[in-house]
């Protein structure tokens, strides 16, 4: 049974950077498709970034340039968030989502992802 944990969280003026980290274990297969998403209070969950095999990403519109999604399979994957020139409307719980198996094109749909972790909060103040 996979499991995922989210480290990295806190809280960071406006402009400042911030990078999460997602430990996930229990995985049968290595480099599973894996993605970022956040919830703001009040507002549905949203796809933030999600990274395929051989690296390819995909970015939310709201984050594009800012933000930089990896993965690192030598260490049992972990999953990375580099968010950087952030924002007051970055503030949200962040989530780490891992999918029951590979995927080629990277996707930030809620539905493709089947293992979800805890969250780690985030806080942009102005």
């Known amino acids: 049974q996979g499991q995922l944990v989210e480290s990295g969280g806190g809280s960071v003026q406006s402009g400042g950077s911030l990078k999460l980290s997602c430990a996930a274990s229990g995985f049968s297969f290595s480099s599973p498709c894996m993605a970022w998403f956040r919830q703001a209070p009040g507002k549905e969950r949203e796809g933030v970034a999600g990274i395929g095999v051989w690296g390819r990403s995909l970015y939310g519109d709201t984050v594009k340039g800012r933000f930089t999604i990896s993965q690192d399979n030598a260490k049992n994957t972990t999953l990375y968030l580099q968010m950087d020139s952030l924002k007051p409307e970055d503030t949200a719980m962040y989530y780490c989502?891992?999918?029951?198996?590979?995927?080629?094109?990277?996707?930030?749909?809620?539905?493709?992802?089947?293992?979800w972790g805890q969250g780690t909060q985030v806080t942009v103040s102005s």
């Open positions: 989502a891992a999918a029951s198996g590979f995927c080629f094109l990277p996707s930030i749909q809620q539905t493709a992802y089947t293992y």
